[in-house]
């Protein structure tokens, strides 16, 4: 067993060391394009990393090898986490198509920064420091999280990512804490409203029925109220217009924002860059060299006598009167959309709007929702929430403000965290069955997408008497009658020409067959054979 799990250990390993890009992180320290979302997500995930290796400081110990292989295999189940096909194969062949340079490169950022946790969380292994590669995993999650969330919201304005202000283990103090029961009279009016925290604090939220959030709009979701706004009191969308193709009203991913990134990300986005300059240069000159045509246009009206049209955006248009302009965060679903802003990114000609990948992420979104909703038994419930006799709650109440209260609420809150996470986690990917179940089925009526062709030729054939094989038969039985003298022959040839007339017969050309196994005997019924 120790061999095994040491070949295995070192047939994981090689792959993650010789197959690393030398500069996979290098598009990790551009400026992001959406500033609302993925800046706040950069540096959530800058802040994580330096949280995480502070928290190893003083040395990781020297544990023996089951711990080091027990470390392993939990890196091999989070890097194993982190390849998501529904996230690397399913959207990558839409991405590749529709999604704009601006998108594109805020994608490569996310990308840049879940290489650059990845590589320290293999530092974090050979030095054995089980703090640090605990965080860095949690790290590697959200960041895998906010990359979904973003392919999903970039084309939605109403989407919401609800997760992404959730604690996690590499998020350094301070927090806020959605506060419970009172401790004491003095602290009577704390309950129910949001308080920001320090690490020390948090087993005092803990222990009052509280929960702990990483922004502040996530505690104010959990019940609680906040005096105030701030940078952290909005939930976070992902839209912003500036993924969007640009338009003459000034939005869009236009040259304005391109020019910031030509020399630095891919060699792609300047291909970009250049094509949309150079079109924008043909438009202006368009624009400038039908400028006689509106004065032959009046002349022309004039001397029709005609009312002249209104003319007023003539030649409008150009380039120089063009100030970009951006619509970012949550667009409300009854908010005017505004004037002048595009809807959908139409890459190339041939490009169809496939809604599974929608639907299938509204139903994996939805099941999570259930998830975390999940109500729990009723031995981890605090006696808050129980339903049951009088007696029950008093005898829970008195564990809760015992003498070992602390540990007591603290192990129950423990317990409720990871069942709840749990059940997001077994829902979420329960979701991915529906989409496993019906590709089976779909692939099957793609291979046979030939042969149906063929089948409906054949149906077509005998599905009426006067055409196809039955009207060439029918043609040949009258023929045939002609030269017959025997009565058995006229008899056979009488029986033929009542089946061929008989669409009852043919049961197989109109799908009658189906559920009827005596179908021969409405054949003969009707035919009167």
């Known amino acids: 067993m120790m061999k095994r799990s040491l070949l295995l250990?070192?047939?994981?390993?090689?792959?993650?060391?010789?197959?690393?890009?030398?500069?996979?992180?290098?598009?990790?320290?551009?400026?992001?394009?959406?500033?609302?979302?993925?800046?706040?997500?950069?540096?959530?995930?800058?802040?994580?990393?330096?949280?995480?290796?502070g928290a190893a400081a003083g040395g990781g110990g020297s544990p023996d090898s089951y711990l080091k292989i027990s470390w392993a295999i939990r890196l091999a189940s989070a890097v194993l986490a982190t390849v998501d096909t529904d996230l690397r194969l399913t959207q990558q062949e839409r991405d590749l198509i529709e999604n704009s340079p601006c998108l594109r490169v805020d994608t490569?950022?996310?990308?840049?920064?879940?290489?650059?946790?990845?590589?320290?969380?293999?530092?974090?292994?050979?030095?054995?420091?089980?703090?640090?590669?605990?965080?860095?995993?949690?790290?590697?999650?959200?960041?895998?999280?906010?990359?979904?969330?973003?392919?999903?919201?970039?084309?939605?304005?109403?989407?919401?990512?609800?997760?992404?202000?959730?604690?996690?283990?590499?998020?350094?103090?301070?927090?806020?804490?959605?506060?419970?029961?009172?401790?004491?009279?003095?602290?009577?009016?704390?309950?129910?409203?949001?308080?920001?925290?320090?690490?020390?604090?948090?087993?005092?939220?803990?222990?009052?029925?509280?929960?702990?959030?990483?922004?502040?709009?996530?505690?104010?979701?959990a019940g609680c109220t906040a005096a105030g706004g701030g940078e952290d009191a909005q939930p976070l969308c992902p839209f912003t217009s500036d993924y969007l193709p640009p338009t003459t009203a000034g939005y869009g991913c236009d040259l304005s924002v391109l020019e910031r990134y030509k020399d630095?990300?891919?060699?792609?986005?300047?291909?970009?860059?250049?094509?949309?300059?150079?079109?924008?240069?043909?438009?202006?000159?368009?624009?400038?060299?039908?400028?006689?045509?509106?004065?032959t246009v009046a002349d022309l009206y004039?001397?029709?006598?005609?009312?002249?049209?209104?003319?007023?955006?003539?030649?409008?248009?150009?380039?120089?009167?063009?100030?970009?302009?951006?619509?970012?965060?949550?667009?409300?679903?009854?908010?005017?959309?505004?004037?002048?802003?595009a809807l959908l990114e139409p890459r190339h000609p041939f490009t169809l709007e496939k809604q599974e990948t929608t639907i299938l992420n509204r139903l994996h979104q939805l099941w999570q929702g259930w998830g975390a909703f999940r109500v729990?038994?009723?031995?981890?419930?605090?006696?808050?929430?129980?339903?049951?006799s009088n007696e029950k709650k008093e005898k829970?109440?008195?564990?809760?403000?015992?003498?070992?209260?602390?540990?007591?609420?603290?192990?129950?809150?423990?317990?409720?965290?990871?069942?709840?996470?749990?059940?997001v986690r077994q829902l979420g990917e329960d979701s991915t069955l529906i989409a496993k179940i019906s590709d089976g089925p779909l692939q099957l009526i793609d291979l046979y997408r030939p042969l149906r062709d063929q089948t409906y030729s054949f149906r077509q054939s005998v599905q009426?008497?006067?055409?196809?094989?039955?009207a060439f038969a029918k043609n040949l039985a009258y023929f045939l009658r002609r030269s017959c003298i025997f009565r058995p022959c006229n008899t056979s040839l009488d029986r033929t020409l009542k089946i061929l007339f008989e669409d009852t017969c043919f049961p197989y050309a109109d799908g009658l067959k189906t559920g009827n196994p005596k179908a021969y005997e409405d054949c003969k019924k009707n035919a009167g054979i």
């Open 108 to 221: 490569l950022i996310l990308e840049g920064w879940m290489e650059r946790a990845r590589q320290e969380k293999i530092k974090a292994m050979e030095n054995s420091k089980p703090t640090t590669l605990s965080h860095l995993i949690s790290l590697q999650r959200y960041l895998n999280g906010r990359y979904k969330a973003l392919l999903a919201g970039a084309r939605d304005p109403s989407f919401i990512d609800k997760n992404e202000g959730m604690l996690n283990d590499f998020d350094p103090p301070p927090y806020w804490c959605c506060m419970g029961e009172k401790v004491s009279t003095e602290d009577e009016e704390d309950a129910g409203t949001c308080q920001e925290i320090a690490q020390s604090q948090t087993s005092y939220c803990l222990i009052w029925g509280g929960s702990i959030h990483k922004r502040l709009y996530a505690c104010k979701e």
């Open 376 to 388: 729990p038994p009723d031995y981890l419930k605090p006696a808050k929430d129980l339903l049951d």
């Open 9 to 53: 250990i070192g047939l994981l390993f090689i792959p993650l060391t010789a197959f690393s890009a030398e500069q996979g992180d290098r598009y990790a320290d551009l400026t992001p394009v959406s500033e609302h979302y993925v800046k706040k997500v950069v540096d959530r995930a800058k802040k994580g990393i330096e949280y995480a290796k």
């Open 264 to 295: 630095k990300a891919y060699d792609g986005l300047k291909k970009e860059y250049e094509a949309l300059d150079a079109l924008i240069k043909d438009r202006d000159t368009y624009i400038n060299d039908i400028g006689s045509v509106k004065g």
């Open 396 to 423: 829970e109440l008195e564990l809760e403000t015992g003498l070992f209260a602390l540990p007591y609420r603290g192990a129950k809150w423990i317990s409720r965290s990871y069942l709840q996470k749990e059940s």
């Open 302 to 341: 004039a001397a029709l006598g005609l009312t002249e049209p209104n003319l007023a955006n003539f030649q409008k248009g150009k380039s120089s009167e063009r100030t970009h302009q951006k619509q970012e965060g949550c667009v409300a679903l009854d908010k005017q959309w505004p004037e002048g802003m």
């Open 464 to 470: 009426s008497s006067g055409k196809g094989v039955r």
